[in-house]
């Protein structure tokens, strides 16, 4: 019955996910945004697996998961338009000192907006975890950014630039 549930929840969940997946498909960045949504439901079913996640964890821990990456998302959206301003100024022969600090600064205070973000998601998931999950999410974590890094360095989209 438990696992039950809990496939129920994860099959509304990934069908939550394809709203976005279906709007993002006629809309500029939509490819990204489909591709940021896909991994986020992969990640979200293989940590339910591998912490072996009760229902009453899953509908905590869930919701959060889904704001923090909604707004890591925004986050990341932000930086990357600094990045792309930044390389279009570099080739310029008239940017002072101040634009460049400036730009840097932007950039160095999103990529810390993210990472808080990051901190602040694993400090409320570990309060939801056990000794055990706790350690065996540390696991997954690395294992799953591992394996996403070297998915994405075979198939040639690790290192694309934005266009």
């Given at each position: 019955m438990k696992?039950?549930?809990l496939?129920?929840?994860l099959i509304i969940l990934a069908l939550c996910n394809l709203r976005f997946v279906v709007y993002?498909?006629?809309h500029p960045g939509?490819?990204?945004r489909n591709v940021r949504e896909n991994i986020f439901v992969l990640r979200t079913l293989r940590m339910t697996q591998a912490l072996d996640l009760t229902?009453?964890?899953t509908a905590v821990i869930f919701p959060e998961l889904n704001r923090a990456e909604k707004e890591k998302a925004q986050l990341q959206a932000e930086l990357a338009g600094e990045i792309r301003d930044l390389r279009q100024i570099i080739n310029k022969d008239k940017v002072t000192d101040k634009e460049y600090e400036e730009r840097v600064a932007k950039i160095m205070n999103l990529k810390e907006k993210v990472s808080r973000r990051e901190?602040?998601?694993?400090?409320?998931?570990?309060g939801q975890l056990t000794s055990s999950q706790k350690a065996k999410y540390i696991i997954?974590?690395?294992?799953?950014n591992r394996g996403m890094i070297?998915?994405?360095?075979r198939t040639g989209m690790a290192g694309q630039k934005s266009k």
């Open positions: 696992k039950t549930g496939i129920s929840f993002g498909q006629g939509g490819q990204r229902e009453a964890q901190e602040e998601f694993e400090k409320f998931l570990f997954f974590n690395l294992d799953f070297e998915r994405m360095g």
